[in-house]
Nanobody, 120 residues
């Protein structure tokens, strides 16, 4: 069945960088037909949208808190979504989730999450 498998999380010092990956599998339609997003959830807080991209070549949208520091991208040939995170801050500490939404059926899928901890 459909799976979104994330990797790249870990412990990093403030000001450091980290790159998250999300590999999709089991889609009955092309990966290119899904809008992709990254969400995050910090302890005791609501899950929030971090960044999204509709398709390859489309503009990306970012939460104000990460603009200028994070970059979302996708490689449809590899069925993979990325999140490059630079200048990390302690408040970026959260579980980061990959999300997919079909353009046509509105079916939605979530990854299992990967923990990012920013601490000295």
């Amino acid at each position: 069945q459909v799976q979104l498998v994330e990797s790249g999380g870990g412990l990093v010092k403030p000001g450091g960088s980290l790159k998250l990956s999300c590999v999709a599998s089991g889609f009955t339609s092309s990966f290119s037909l899904y809008a992709m997003s990254w969400y995050r959830q910090a302890p005791g807080k609501e899950r929030e949208l971090v960044a999204s991209v509709t398709s390859t070549g489309s503009s990306a949208n970012y939460a104000d808190s990460v603009k200028g520091r994070f970059a979302i991208s996708r490689d449809d040939a590899k069925n993979t979504l990325y999140l490059q995170m630079n200048s990390l801050k302690p408040e970026d500490t959260a579980v980061y989730y990959c999300h997919a939404r079909s353009w046509f059926t509105a079916a939605q899928y979530w990854g299992q999450g990967t923990l990012v901890t920013v601490s000295s």
